[in-house]
């Protein structure tokens, strides 16, 4: 069956920086992916999709690559910002054919000024 | 902009009541959605509908039900609560999903304590 990992320890970075959030799927060829955003006691809210025959796709500070040799997206937010401290969540279309989306279990991203 | 509205952000039940959760979107979607989020297992699907009247299992429905009578309302009952179900639970919404790719809109959960 299809398997999504996030890396589950928190990533810490300082105001200013690039942080880079990983996505590894396994046993699956998903058509695209989506990225997520959770703040504590909210549910998600969609940042960007990308699909398989796109390298890369970019929104404002945000850049999302879909590496679909090495089953990996790499989520990075530029400038990073204390207000980007969150949980990112990457979910991929099931591939039993309903194409609901699976989520990963997210990493929390946590930006110091 | 999508609106998904969960009637309760917080909720505490007894042991062996039934309790409704509720949960209404305001554009049209015809997919809805109910997840259960817990730390460390991430979002678990329990149940799906793509239509008024339709629905379908999803990865963990057992001790639960879902009604949709209205296209813009999707509800999740817990037959019997237990305390394992206590939780944060989620619904979403989103237009008919497939190669178009749409993205899920999520309401902001209740967060159902079982006591």
């Known amino acids: 069956s299809q398997k999504i990992e996030q890396n589950s320890e928190a990533l810490n970075i300082q105001e200013g920086k690039t942080a880079t959030l990983t996505c590894n799927y396994t046993?699956?060829?998903?058509?695209?992916l989506q990225w997520y955003r959770q703040d504590p006691g909210r549910g998600p809210v969609f940042l960007l999709l990308?699909?398989?025959?796109?390298k890369e796709k970019r929104k404002e500070r945000l850049k999302v690559t879909f590496d679909t040799t090495l089953k990996q997206s790499l989520f990075h937010i530029t400038a990073s910002q204390p207000a980007d401290s969150a949980t990112y969540l990457c979910?991929?279309?099931?591939?039993?054919?309903?194409?609901?989306?699976?989520f990963g279990r997210g990493t929390s991203l946590i930006v110091h000024p | 902009d999508v609106k998904v509205t969960q009637s309760s952000r917080y909720l505490v039940k007894r042991t062996g009541e039934k309790v409704f959760l509720e949960c209404v979107q305001d554009?049209?979607?015809?997919?809805m959605f109910w997840y259960r989020q817990d730390p460390g297992l991430g979002l678990r699907l329990i149940y799906f509908?793509?239509?008024?009247?339709?629905?379908e299992k999803g990865d963990i429905p057992e001790g639960y039900s879902v009604s949709r009578e209205k296209k813009e309302r999707f509800s999740l009952i817990l037959e019997s609560a237990s305390t394992n179900q206590t939780s944060m639970y989620l619904c979403?919404?989103?237009?008919?999903?497939?190669?178009?790719?749409?993205?899920?809109?999520f309401g902001d959960g209740t967060r159902l304590s079982i006591l």
């Open positions: 979403a919404s989103s237009l008919p999903l497939g190669l178009t790719n749409q993205p899920q809109h």
């Open positions: 046993n699956y060829s998903p058509a695209y």
């Open positions: 990308i699909r398989e025959n796109e």
């Open positions: 979910a991929l279309p099931s591939s039993g054919g309903s194409y609901i989306p699976t």
């Open positions: 554009m049209d979607h015809e997919n």
């Open positions: 509908s793509y239509d008024v009247k339709m629905k």
